[in-house]
């Protein structure tokens, strides 16, 4: 998974034993601690000038009608609006994260098959802030009625040929634990295996999972594929300690597998949507201009009016001409 290695890629497959086994390993980056980055942060400084005024207003040209003007501000509307839903129809398909992928199965949670136990065996001591990491783990349970189990394993050369894990090894190791922890099928162990002159601040082991029967109704190859997204986002994460990293990583996985899966038809609806407000706002454009134009077209037949001398009417105005002398 080496933080400051280059990346590997999620391998899986059936375990010997039954149960589905698999791993993955991060893509590298900076080999900079979290400890380090927590220290070197210095809070950042923003400079804001205030407004500056050149004496007062100034006006070139004709001033718009309300017309134009009404008609600047619905064509503004529009692009808006047009600019909101296709923001929103790529941001339905690509997701936040590019490297997350999306769930398009729709999964119904298990019920009744797991008989709950602890959380987590932390045989590192990496764990410090216990609910911080528990809170994501029961997220996950809550949502998809699986039960996650993290194990953080120190380096063994059992495991380890070298500087690479052996998985069918490490994956026998999870499968007897399982035998011996769990009465059910609706675990899913997440362990990390860490390598030699391995660290906190740098976690350069590799992770592998192994998969209940019935929790592989879940944890299908889908989801496997964001849980592996959303932990290399949080891995990325420096400011991240190992608990938040874990309980982040199945929090969001949660959020991502159970919710309502993504299709053509959800693009096809807020398309709907998108260009029937552009419809609406231009109807209500088109009346709004129309009422302009008549009120125009009054304002210059009142003033046409009003500017015609009286004896334009074929009225004899010498009496009123002499009563307003």
């Known amino acids: 998974m080496g933080r400051s290695s280059g990346g590997g890629g999620r391998s899986g497959g059936g375990f010997g034993g039954g149960r589905s086994s698999g791993g993955f390993r991060s893509s590298g980056r900076s080999s900079a601690s979290r400890s380090s980055y927590r220290s070197s942060s210095t809070p950042r400084t923003y400079y804001r000038s205030g407004p500056r005024y050149y004496g007062g207003p100034r006006y070139y040209g004709r001033r718009a009608s309300v017309g134009s003007s009404i008609a600047g501000v619905i064509a503004t509307i529009i692009i808006v609006v047009m600019c909101i839903g ?3 129809s790529v941001f339905m398909f690509t997701g936040s994260n590019d490297h997350i992928a999306k769930n398009t199965t729709e999964r119904t949670p298990l019920s009744h098959v797991v ?3 602890d959380w987590y065996d932390d045989q ?3 764990i410090r802030s216990s609910n911080k990491l528990v809170k994501g783990l029961e997220h996950f349970y809550n949502e998809t009625g699986v039960q996650p189990y993290v194990m953080l394993i120190p380096y063994s050369r059992d495991y380890w040929n070298g500087n690479s894990l052996d998985l069918t090894k490490a994956d026998q190791y999870l499968n007897d634990v399982y035998e011996m922890k769990f009465k059910d099928e609706g675990h899913f162990i997440f362990a990390y295996f860490a390598c030699r002159a ?14 209940g029967y019935a929790a592989d109704t879940i944890m299908d190859s889908e989801a496997l594929d964001i849980l592996e997204g959303h932990y290399q986002k949080n891995y990325n994460d420096l400011s991240l300690s190992t608990e938040q990293l ?7 996985t949660a959020d ?3 919710s309502k899966p993504t299709n053509g038809w959800d693009f096809m609806k807020i398309a709907i949507v998108v260009v029937g407000i552009v419809a609406g706002i231009g109807i209500i454009y088109a009346i709004i201009k129309t009422k302009a134009k008549r009120e125009k077209e009054k304002e210059e037949y009142t003033k046409e009016i009003l500017d015609k001398p009286l ?14 002398k």
């Not at 391995?198 to 998969?211: N, P, Q, T, W």
């Not at 874990?246 to 969001?252: L, R």
């Open 86 to 88: 296709i923001f929103a």
């Open 115 to 117: 008989t709950k136990t």
């Open 124 to 126: 590192l001591g990496w």
């Open 198 to 211: 391995d660290k906190e601040s740098e976690m350069e082991g590799e992770i592998r999972y192994l998969s």
């Open 246 to 252: 874990i309980g982040n990583t199945f929090y969001e």
């Open 256 to 258: 991502s597998i159970m």
């Open 311 to 324: 004896e334009t009417f074929g009225e004899d105005t010498s009496d009123l001409e002499e009563k307003y």
